[in-house]
């Protein structure tokens, strides 16, 4: 998912490094390990850590602070105070908020290529890629929020009789967020730019796999100026923490990133506390159609980048591919060469566009469903095998002659698999593309204006994109249909998910006077 920023497949094994580009830092210390509680590092209350590894290499980075169940509680009571009627940041001006998310971009700015490097060591991914997507797009996501700071406003309604009836937006309170590992920086900014944008405060658990961003930028918050308490960060695990956090009886609102069946989980936990609001971002097993009319080089090239971007492991993985059939052979073909052209190796080698899954869980189970493929029926035309003698790393694959009813086009892989296949007709490809439960984004590629519309229109998922993919960004809106989640994050529309509004409505009298 490359919000704003974009890179190419990185450089051939021939090219020498460009001395502009920018560079990892070597041998980084890493000085945040702990639990952010009202702007203090704590130790957990049970004293408990737990490891973080560097998946391309297996080694252990450091260990971190495991928060649990009494951990949540204190940064949940840290939060309600800081968001109380006369604390500092409910007396705070709206603009003040602004500025302070703008200098929280501009120390993001000053630590990019540590946090870029900090990101690939904690989850593999190509340091370019982090630098050029991940902070780009986190750097860009707040300046978007802190220009919405002082211009979140109500209505003055016309009502009947002699009343004036006014809205205003206050914000929702203590807001919890769990953030998956595949994204890290970049959905930890997600959660926290519209919520303290609208004036809540945050307690926020990131994935267990990669803790490390969140905690650096934990340290860049306090240096920003926000007050005690306003964000909150519990290092820890899903069944302990993350389920502190969404059954937590002051917690008012959760934003979740993730798994569905997680997702099912928390919103059932959302219900039997204190029926807080949820905003889910879960899984997507997202198609593109390719119209014999298209630019297929364009096609090729753009489902490739959705399909192994990160690894295969978002959201938003171009995983189902279908092709019509008078330009599938053509297609498959170009996606075959593309596929055995990606460098996959070393994550801070500005050569490398490709590194390892996240862990051995995911690893074997990507493995296990391109086995299942191949038994099934599908065609493997390249890669469906690790690199020898390389951890976790997964070569870019590529499978022609699927069927809908195979698991590996049914079932959302989170790895490095493109799935292709072919159609007839332009219904036949609309209700092929619906059949999935899930419904997060999809893309149409054709240069026929009316069926770009008309196909668009009928698809069943929260984002469309038409001849490009992966292209998101902070002033749009982003989340699913169906069992994709429920709500949207970015642009405006995730304002109205971090505020209540109310409703005040007052009756003209000549007793009403100004005192």
């Known amino acids: 998912m490359a919000q704003n920023g974009t890179i ?19 041998n980084p210390d890493i000085k945040h390990t702990k639990i952010l509680i009202n702007n203090e590092w704590h130790t957990s209350v049970k004293g ?37 009627r006369g604390s500092a940041w409910r007396r705070m001006d709206a603009s003040r908020r602004g500025a302070l998310l703008h200098r929280l971009a501009d120390l993001l700015e000053r630590e990019r290529c540590l946090l870029a490097t900090l990101e690939s060591m904690d989850t593999g991914k190509p340091f370019l890629h982090a630098f050029f997507v991940d902070l780009e797009g986190s750097i860009k996501t707040l300046r978007y929020y802190a220009g919405w700071t002082d211009k979140i406003h109500g209505k003055t309604m016309p009502v009947d009789e002699n009343f004036v009836c006014f809205t205003k937006h206050e914000p929702i309170g203590v807001c919890g967020a ?30 267990e796999q990669t803790p490390l961003t969140a905690l650096h930028v934990g340290a860049l918050i306090k240096e920003a100026g926000f007050p005690p308490g306003v964000v909150n960060i519990v290092p820890g695990f899903g069944p302990t923490a993350g389920a502190a956090v969404a059954s937590h009886m002051t917690v008012d609102k959760v934003a979740f990133t993730g798994s569905t069946e997680v997702g099912q989980l928390i919103k059932e936990a959302a219900g039997r506390s204190n029926l807080k609001r949820v905003t889910l971002e879960l899984g997507g097993k997202n198609p593109c159609i390719v119209f014999a009319d298209s630019d297929l ?111 590996i086009a049914k079932e959302e892989i989170f790895g490095p698999v493109q799935c ?40 069943q998922s929260g ?47 000549e007793q009403l006077r100004l005192i």
């Open 297 to 407: 080089q364009l096609a090729v090239e753009e489902i490739q980048k959705g399909a192994f971007f990160n690894q295969g492991q978002a959201c938003t993985a171009a995983s189902r591919v279908y092709v019509q059939e008078q330009v599938y052979d053509e297609f498959v073909r170009l996606s075959v060469e593309r596929a055995k052209n990606i460098v996959v190796g070393d994550p801070m080698d500005p050569r490398t566009s490709h590194g390892p899954q996240i862990d051995q869980r995911q690893f074997e189970k990507i493995l296990e469903l391109v086995s299942s493929g191949k038994e099934e029926g599908a065609k493997l035309e390249v890669g469906g095998c690790a690199l020898k003698d390389r951890g976790l790393f997964i070569q870019p694959t590529v499978f022609s002659d699927v069927k809908d009813h195979m698991r």
């Open 463 to 509: 984002t469309v994109w038409v001849n490009c993919y992966n292209a998101l960004h902070a002033q749009a809106p982003f989340g699913g249909y169906k069992m994709s989640g429920n709500g949207r994050e970015l642009g405006e529309y995730a304002l109205a998910e971090y505020t209540e509004v109310k409703a005040i409505t007052i009756k003209l009298t």
């Open 178 to 207: 769990i953030i998956p590992w595949n994204l890290p920086l970049l959905m930890f900014i997600w959660k926290i730019a519209p919520a303290l944008a609208c004036g809540n405060t945050v307690v926020i658990k990131p994935a």
């Open 48 to 84: 408990k850590t737990f490891p973080t590894f560097n998946p391309a290499t297996g080694v252990k980075i450091c260990d971190i602070e495991e928060a649990d169940q009494a951990d949540v509680d204190k940064a949940v009571e840290g939060a309600a105070a800081a968001g109380r």
């Open 420 to 459: 292709i296949m072919k159609f007839k007709t332009q219904e036949e490809a609309i209700d092929r593309a619906n059949s999935s439960e899930y419904g997060l984004t999809a893309a149409v590629f054709t240069r026929n204006v009316d069926r770009a519309l008309s196909v668009s229109a009928a698809l």
């Open 8 to 26: 190419e497949n990185g450089l051939s094994r021939n090219e020498e490094t460009p001395a502009a580009l920018p560079q990892p830092v070597k």
